[in-house]
């Protein structure tokens, strides 16, 4: 099969290589699915600089997400799965071989249905946004009704949370850093959306919610936001925080303020969300999938060939929106 690979850890450029590799076969409790889109994500360029985790593997087919059909099963009684559009998450989680390839092969519930009418880009656009958005909104309990301010609307896992938070019956307010990216948390359907840099966001907010604030805060930078966010969120709100930046992960709380707020300052990283949750997202996933609610962001579509481009485009921050390899 035709795959993308490193066998050291270092510059896009220099280490990414396109080449005739072994067609894996799926052992008991696994599917093969033939790769139709590879999603890209910051984790990717993470594992692949050393920034993350050492190689545990002499060779690795980057990328956890993607979206393609079962072509093989592990198991018979699986059988009946074979020609299923699916989408793919955390292929490349403890593993060698991710979706960057024509073909991959994954423990059979990391492979998910794609709903009919669903095309693969958008199914390539779900694991590790969607579900670490979905954690962040959901963690502590539905949202229907409640008030959802998302902190980097315009981000690919900001939109993720707009478009699952819409869908569950919420108000939304995003903030963005610039028009283009207001263009793109809009279209995301947030309600309103704040410039980070020139609005005084929680003015806005108190505003708009006749000064009770918002019940949860998806943030992509609490470092710089948690004064907005204090000021933004309503008594016994959550925080919910899922990055750290260049400028460090040390973080400095007003502890008096927190307590007498009694917020909940919750932290999500993808790969340590329990298996329960991660269903349970899933199902939701599914659900807004059907109602055709889910319209991602497309930042790039390029081909296996230009995987090193790709790499360096969303290292550089040179595109808004999802990065996507047609395999
Ligand atoms: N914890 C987890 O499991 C998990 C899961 C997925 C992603 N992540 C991490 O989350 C980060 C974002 O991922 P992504 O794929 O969504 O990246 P992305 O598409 O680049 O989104 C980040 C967005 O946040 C904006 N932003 C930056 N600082 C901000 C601030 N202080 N306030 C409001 N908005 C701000 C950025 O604007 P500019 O481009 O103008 O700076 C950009 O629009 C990455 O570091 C990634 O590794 C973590």
Request: hydrophobic share 45%; proline share 5%; aromatic share 6%.
């Amino acid at each position: 099969m035709r795959a993308a690979y490193y066998d050291r850890q270092g510059p896009a450029e220099e280490v990414l290589c396109v080449a005739e590799l072994p067609l894996p076969q799926p052992g008991p409790g696994e599917v093969r699915i033939r790769v139709h889109v590879s999603g890209l994500n910051p984790t990717d360029l993470k594992a692949r600089t050393g920034f993350s985790s050492l190689m545990v593997f002499p060779r690795i087919v980057p990328h956890q997400d993607g979206a393609g059909v079962i072509d093989a099963v592990g198991d018979l009684e699986e059988a009946g799965r074979i020609g299923q559009r699916v989408w793919i998450y955390e292929a490349q989680c403890g593993r060698a071989n991710g979706t960057a390839a024509e073909f991959v092969v994954v423990p059979s519930g990391q492979a998910v249905p794609l709903p009919e009418g669903v095309s693969f880009e958008v199914g390539a656009s779900l694991g590790i946004p969607a579900l670490t958005a979905h954690r962040c909104l959901f963690a502590d309990g539905d949202i229907r009704g409640l008030k959802v301010l998302v902190q980097g609307g315009a981000g690919v896992v900001g939109t993720a949370a707009i478009l699952l938070a819409k869908w569950a019956g919420a108000w939304v307010a995003a903030t963005v850093m610039n028009p283009a990216q207001a263009i793109i948390a809009r279209a995301a359907g947030a309600d309103l959306v704040l410039d980070r840099l020139s609005d005084d966001v929680a003015e806005a907010i108190s505003a708009h919610t006749q000064g009770e604030g918002v019940d949860r805060i998806v943030d992509v930078d609490v470092r710089k936001n948690l004064e907005i966010d204090l000021a933004s969120l309503a008594p016994g709100g959550v925080i919910s925080s899922y990055a750290t930046t260049d400028a460090g992960d040390e973080l400095s709380l007003p502890l008096l303020r927190a307590m007498i707020h009694g917020c909940v300052l919750r932290f999500v990283y993808i790969y340590s969300v329990p298996k329960d949750a991660k269903n349970e997202a899933i199902k939701d996933i599914s659900a807004c999938l059907v109602s055709g609610c889910y319209k991602p962001h497309f930042g790039l579509k390029t081909k296996l060939e230009n995987i090193a481009d790709a790499h360096r485009a969303l290292e550089t921050g040179a595109v808004m929106g999802k990065v996507l390899i047609n395999v």
